[in-house]
T-cell receptor
């Protein structure tokens, strides 16, 4: 069965621009979570979507937003990019919501975003 | 708030050596605990998990026991291989239902 796919794998943008990242979960999975990975802050939870509804959100500014479609695919958008947004953005899918850790999350390879 | 603290890396070992990577946590209630591994150029993979006190998670020769009295979930392996070289992340899911990661520990195993 195909794993979690993320597109694009690499992206270069300039400050002030906006960017949209895409994540296709494993077939049958209805929960998608997004994480930001940087050398300084490590791995930080951005948000979780389940059945097209945002179920949970991390401590990120409103410039970071996301959505989930009826086929469970998810997109993440970052507006007005800042240099500090340069990071590896990871998407993870699971069959059910991240409730008490009962549903295993499967991670994609990530999208490497560089902001110049 | 909820957090995970794991030992700084890199950890450098010879093949067949014993591995311990320390992990302690702060959380209210009874969080679930995880170890994830990230091989070079790849996403994270779940290595093992434990959902209640005294549970032992194990996989591929790695083990970790959920110790509520010491709020710890140390990762161990009796005999590491070169192929175990990767970054290991301790993580927890507290009652807020967010997956919270430690900073990661890089393991380098030399033949």
């Amino acid at each position: 069965k195909a794993g979690v796919t993320q597109t694009p794998r690499y992206l270069i943008k300039t400050r002030g621009q906006q960017v949209t990242l895409s994540c296709s979960p494993i077939s049958g999975h209805r929960s998608v979570s997004w994480y930001q990975q940087t050398p300084g802050q490590g791995l930080q939870f951005l948000f979780e979507y389940f059945s097209e509804t945002q179920r949970n959100k991390g401590n990120f500014p409103g410039r970071f937003s996301g959505r989930q479609f009826s086929n469970s695919r998810s997109e993440m958008n970052v507006s007005t990019l800042e240099l500090g947004d340069s990071a590896l953005y990871l998407c993870a899918s699971s069959f059910g919501p991240l409730a008490g850790g009962s549903n295993e999350q499967f991670f994609g390879p990530g999208t490497r975003l560089t902001v110049l | 708030g909820d957090s995970v603290t794991q030992m700084e890396g890199p950890v450098t070992l010879s093949e067949e050596a014993f591995l311990t990577i320390n992990c302690t946590y702060t959380a209210t209630g009874y969080p679930s605990l995880f170890w994830y591994v990230q091989y070079p150029g790849e996403g994270l993979q779940l290595l093992l998990k434990a959902t209640k006190a005294d549970d032992k998670g194990s996989n591929k020769g790695f083990e970790a026991t959920y110790r509520k009295e010491t709020t710890s979930f140390h990762l161990e392996k009796g005999s590491v291989q070169v192929s175990d070289s990767a970054v290991y992340f301790c993580a927890l899911v507290p009652n807020t239902d967010k997956l919270i990661f430690g900073t990661g520990t890089r393991l380098q195993v030399f033949p």
